[in-house]
């Protein structure tokens, strides 16, 4: 009887050891039930958004963030401040908006909202010539406050180099 019983024990020990092998060697993919849209990808069970789209889903348009009235304060070529605004509104297209600074009216800004983990910006076609460049950069800042910068240089044959840069700095409305 206390064969039998060794027998047994052993048995059950050995079963229970191949077990817990089996059973720990077997790792759960963390993105298995991760859905990520918009061709968004899953890595370390968090999705991987393409630009224009963000959320922990990939379903939310990141221009959605920007959309919308912005009042604030105009400093052009280190001069004093004046009141200004921007109108922020979407474009046709997934990722760009337009821009509409009332002081610098008719002229409206077209961009492409870029984000990383940590910065939303849109990068703002550049104008650039053979003499003249212009550098525009618009950020938003807690989905409230957008800075807005423009930077203009010329120079004229023969003449001196001009510089010309303001300075938006504004909270949604």
């Known amino acids: 009887m206390k064969f039998w019983k060794f027998s047994l024990f052993t048995a059950l020990v050995f079963f229970a050891a191949i077990t817990i092998v089996l059973h720990s060697s077997c790792e759960r993919n963390v993105c298995d039930e991760v859905t990520c849209f918009n061709g968004g990808s899953c890595s370390s069970g968090i999705c991987l958004c393409p630009v224009g789209f963000e959320d922990p889903q990939c379903q939310t348009l990141s221009v959605k963030r ?3 009235q912005y009042a604030g304060h105009m400093q052009c070529d280190n001069g004093g401040y004046t009141i200004d605004s921007i109108l922020i509104t979407q474009d046709p ?3 760009f908006v337009d821009i509409a600074v009332k002081s610098l009216l008719p002229r409206t ?4 909202v870029t984000n990383t ?3 939303y910006s849109v990068k703002i076609a550049d104008d650039s010539a053979a003499n003249y460049v212009k550098q525009y950069t618009l950020t938003l800042q807690g989905d409230k406050m957008i800075k807005f910068y423009t930077f203009e240089t010329s ?3 023969g003449g001196d180099t001009i510089v010309h840069k303001c300075f938006f700095s504004g909270s949604k409305q």
Do not use: D, E
């Open 155 to 157: 120079k004229p044959p």
């Open 66 to 68: 920007y959309i919308g």
């Open 117 to 119: 983990a940590s910065t």
């Open 93 to 95: 297209t997934v990722t």
């Open 109 to 112: 800004f077209r961009g492409y």
